[in-house]
């Protein structure tokens, strides 16, 4: 594994664990949750500007990316 990847792996971990860690200390609300997930989505938007291998992606990708993200969105009652 070169140290390039190295180093991402352990930032992703980090932020992942700093992530959970901020969801679970508290008890925040949906808005919260929505205006992180805003936040990211605005902030990483600019690499798709970069890198245009995403414009090649199959018809395939694209619905199961939309399915996979429909499930994600839905939020079940307690």
Do not use: Y
């Amino acid at each position: 594994m070169s140290n390039l990847a190295l180093v991402l792996v352990l930032i992703s971990a980090c932020m992942h664990a700093g992530w959970n860690l901020l969801g679970k200390k508290q008890v925040p609300s949906l808005a919260f949750f929505s205006l992180a997930m805003l936040g990211g989505a605005v902030v990483f938007t600019p690499l798709l500007l970069v890198g245009r291998d995403w414009v090649e992606l199959g018809a395939d990708f694209w619905w199961l990316l939309l399915l996979s993200g429909g499930f994600q969105g839905c939020i079940w009652p307690d």
